[in-house]
């Protein structure tokens, strides 16, 4: 699923100015003599090499927040599955595998993706409310780590599935354990009455049905509680409830269990956030989980690759209307929806600094939508026609969730590594846009 912040009323300003020093350090980026690097390359150059609107990602960033992680998890077993949802990228994904992720997958598309990549199955672990046949008959073909169940009727499909399987289909109870997270009611996925996860009181029938089965095996209890999250403590509530169910499977007969997986969920500075520190985090659930024996897994997304993107977009025009100034930028809700969808802050800033008066602006794009914005009322940097404008943390729910309305090819995805840059995935062409169409059912 998408997700978002909701930080400031409306997503949009306050006066605040958000603190360029943390943001540019989470980011990866740097400032000299007024031109802004990514990981040590000139954005200007992508710019330049790849064109407008691009989506840019640094490797290192990705590096940075996946050890940091794995370092402060150190005294559990564990294992982070990077929630492909958030980038989907086959070059970021690489990145993942070769630091020894598994992943976490929503779809047969994304474990496609996960494969191509170089994701061993057995590292991938199968969410998602509303699986269809096809594609868990494909997810146990594969041999893929654990399916996690959403519902008893889920359960039933597989139960059927596992008639024919050589071994044992493994699986997680994927619970709603009914708390609270502050965060954007659209991304908070742990709470009674929403969609997602089998409610406390079915996960005991649940586990005694994949007890029966032959075909079928538990090998997980999980949850996710929803997403930007910034405090510890839902966690610890979450993983709580988890280790009691643990205990109570486990003294029905459940003998199978390897894995307590906490789901995704930490979150990042989009603006003045204070997220919880990996080791806050670890803190928190190491001792609840360290005496069930289990390994920890996790799917966190946004956390990964959140700050390591950024969306390069040029200023097309300046205009003046209605008593308020708008700066139209190339780039339109369509590459990044998450300021129209969630009314989410991004930071705004120029690629190079340029003298002259601040103002104050919306940030829009061409698409023809009033809803088309990156900014309100933004007090930003000085900004001219022509100039290159980078939207920072578009690493996570940018590209993935970008869409062609109004026909707009998709941007192309570049990875910086290593002090280079290079093109993952070009910008799409206008002709494939409609390849596939025909105008009339005598076309061939
Ligand atoms: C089941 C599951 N796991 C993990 C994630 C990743 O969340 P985040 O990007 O907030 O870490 C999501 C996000 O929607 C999810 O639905």
Same mark, same amino acid.
């Given at each position: 699923? @998408? ?37 040590? !390359?000139?954005?200007?150059? !992508? ?43 086959? @070059? ?80 997680? &109870? ?15 996925? @742990? ?18 049905? &994949?007890r029966k089965h032959p075909g079928l095996e538990l090998v997980a209890i999980a949850m996710h509680i929803g997403s930007q999250l910034t405090d510890t403590q839902p966690f610890a509530e979450g993983a709580g409830r988890l280790v009691e169910l643990v205990d109570a499977v486990r003294a029905d007969g459940t003998t199978t269990l390897r894995e307590l997986d906490v789901g995704g969920g930490l979150g990042i500075r989009y603006l003045d956030e204070q997220p919880m520190s990996p080791r806050a985090y670890a803190a928190a659930l190491v001792p609840v989980v360290k005496p069930t024996g ?54 705004? &800033? ?5 003298? @002259? ?6 940030? !829009? ?34 590209? !993935? ?44």
């Amino acid at each position: 699923m @998408g997700e978002g912040v909701l930080t400031v009323p409306g997503g949009q300003d306050t006066g605040f100015v958000p603190d360029p020093v943390l943001l540019l350090e989470d980011a990866g980026l740097s400032r000299h003599d007024g031109a802004l690097l990514d990981g040590g !390359v000139s954005l200007a150059r !992508v710019a330049g090499d790849f064109g407008t609107p691009a989506y840019v990602y640094n490797a290192d960033v990705i590096r940075r927040q996946f050890r940091e992680l794995d370092e402060a998890l150190a005294a559990v077993p564990h294992r982070i599955c990077y929630a492909v949802k958030a980038n989907s990228n086959l @070059g970021v994904l690489r990145v993942l595998r070769d630091l020894g992720a598994g992943a976490d997958i929503v779809s047969e598309g994304e474990m496609a993706r996960a494969l191509a990549a170089g994701f061993s199955s057995d590292r991938i672990v199968f969410s998602g409310v509303g699986k269809r046949e096809d594609e868990l008959r494909a997810a146990i073909a594969a041999g893929i780590g654990h399916v996690n169940v959403e519902s008893m009727a889920e359960l039933e499909v597989l139960a059927r599935l596992a008639e024919d399987a050589k071994t044992p289909v493994p699986l997680g &109870i994927r619970v709603n354990p009914d708390v609270t997270a502050e965060t954007h009611p659209y991304i908070s996925t @742990g709470k009674r009455g929403i969609k997602f996860g089998i409610p406390l009181d079915q996960v005991r029938p649940a586990a005694a049905m &994949i007890r029966k089965h032959p075909g079928l095996e538990l090998v997980a209890i999980a949850m996710h509680i929803g997403s930007q999250l910034t405090d510890t403590q839902p966690f610890a509530e979450g993983a709580g409830r988890l280790v009691e169910l643990v205990d109570a499977v486990r003294a029905d007969g459940t003998t199978t269990l390897r894995e307590l997986d906490v789901g995704g969920g930490l979150g990042i500075r989009y603006l003045d956030e204070q997220p919880m520190s990996p080791r806050a985090y670890a803190a928190a659930l190491v001792p609840v989980v360290k005496p069930t024996g289990l390994t920890l897994y996790l799917e966190p997304g946004r956390f990964l690759v959140g700050a390591s993107g950024v969306l390069l977009t040029r200023v097309l025009f300046r205009k003046h209307s209605g008593g308020k100034e708008f700066v139209i930028v190339d780039a339109g809700m369509n590459d990044l929806e998450r300021p129209s969808r969630y009314q989410a802050y991004h930071g705004i &800033i120029p690629v190079e600094q340029r003298a @002259g008066a601040p103002l104050v602006a919306d940030v !829009v794009g061409p698409v023809c939508e009033t809803g088309d914005f990156f900014a309100l009322d933004r007090d930003l940097a000085p900004m001219e026609p022509g100039d290159l404008v980078a939207i920072l943390c578009a690493g996570a729910y940018g590209f !993935v969730m970008a869409s062609n309305y109004n026909t707009r090819p998709l941007p192309p995805e570049v990875i910086l590594d290593g002090g280079r840059a290079w093109l993952s995935r070009p910008r799409q062409a206008v002709a494939e846009l409609f390849r596939s169409e025909r105008v009339t059912s005598e076309d061939r």
